[in-house]
C-alpha cells in the first residue's frame, strides 16, 4: 500500500513540473503580461 501512494505522489509531482513548464513555455511565447495571462487561464480550463 505504501509503495502505491509513492507512485502516486510521483505521478502528483510529474503533473505539477509538467504544468509549470507549460506555463513558462507560455510565459517565453507571449508579448506581455496580459496574453500571457489569459494563456494560462486558459490552460487552466481545459
Do not use: F
Not at 507512485?7 to 509531482?13: A, F, G, K, L
Not at 505539477?16 to 513558462?24: A, D, M, P, S, V
Not at 506581455?32 to 487552466?44: G, N, P, R, T
Amino acid at each position: 500500500m505504501e509503495e502505491d501512494m509513492n507512485v502516486s505522489e510521483m505521478i502528483r509531482e510529474l503533473a505539477e513540473e509538467n504544468q509549470t513548464r507549460k506555463i513558462l513555455e507560455i510565459l517565453n511565447d507571449c508579448k506581455d503580461v496580459e496574453e500571457a495571462k489569459e494563456k494560462v487561464k486558459a490552460l487552466l480550463n481545459k
